[in-house]
T-cell receptor, first 112, second 118 residues
Framework: GQQVMQIPQYQHVQEGEDFTTYCNSS?????IQWYKQRPGGHPVFLIQ???SGEVKKQKRLTFQFGEAKKNSSLHITATQTTDVGTYFC????????????WGLGTSLAVNP | GAVVSQHPSWVICKSGTSVKIECRSL??????MFWYRQFPKQSLMLMAT?????????EQGVEKDKFLINHASLTLSTLTVTSAHPEDSSFYIC??????????????FGPGTRLTVL
């Protein structure tokens, strides 16, 4: 079935270290989105990737979409305490343009 | 822009009672809204897709008679948890996609409703 796997589940880093979370689907995605949820908050949209091999940057965040459109990654350079939260990927498959299939999320903790 | 409100933000009720949660898109129209459930430190579980003017589409394993969804207008969807039991205690979050085609892919989330059933 349609499923999006996300690893790692948890990541604990020192402030200034880099962080990466990965998402993988067994079948081709039409697009993938990334969200951030702060503790006690609700998910907030970060970005959407649509094209094969697409790379997008938002300041210290780099998002990649694989060539086969089956995997994606979010990389944070030089983490800060404000990066703390859970990062979710959510993918869409062809034929269902509105329904998102969510990964389990990666919880990031940053030691100051 | 693109704000989604949810009411109430938290509710405590007795077992057997029904609870209604409202989800409103404040500055855009949403043909489609989504209802999620989230357990502590877990991912979002899609419960149902709410479609304005038609029946909601429920995910497998979600009881439609237990979780009643009404999407009567382009800015309001409601979720009613009927005959609530302690196992229904959870964080319920709604999201909405703007009807306008250029941004329909992005989902905007409400702040969530924390339901505690005693």
């Amino acid at each position: 079935g349609q499923q999006v796997m996300q690893i790692p589940q948890y990541q604990h880093v020192q402030e200034g270290e880099d962080f990466t979370t990965y998402c993988n689907s067994s079948t081709t995605l039409s697009n993938i989105q990334w969200y951030k949820q702060r503790p006690g908050g609700h998910p907030v949209f970060l970005i959407q990737l649509v094209k094969s091999g697409e790379v997008k940057k938002q300041k210290r965040l780099t998002f990649q979409f694989g060539e086969a459109k089956k995997n994606s990654s979010l990389h944070i350079t030089a983490t800060q305490t404000t990066d703390v939260g859970t990062y979710f990927c959510a993918g869409r498959y062809a034929g269902n343009n509105r329904k998102l299939i969510w990964g389990l999320g990666t919880s990031l903790a940053v030691n100051p | 822009g693109a704000v989604v409100s949810q009411h109430p933000s938290w509710v405590i009720c007795k077992s057997g009672t029904s609870v209604k949660i409202e989800c409103r898109s404040l500055d855009f129209q949403a043909t489609t809204m989504f209802w999620y459930r989230q357990f502590p430190k877990q991912s979002l579980m899609l419960m149902a897709t709410s479609n304005e003017g038609s029946k909601a589409t429920y995910e497998q394993g979600v009881e439609k008679d237990k979780f009643l969804i009404n999407h009567a207008s382009l800015t309001l969807s409601t979720l009613t948890v009927t005959s609530a039991h302690p196992e229904d205690s959870s964080f319920y979050i709604c999201s909405a996609s703007p009807t306008s085609s250029h941004s329909y892919n992005e989902q905007f989330f409400g702040p969530g409703t924390r339901l505690t059933v005693l």
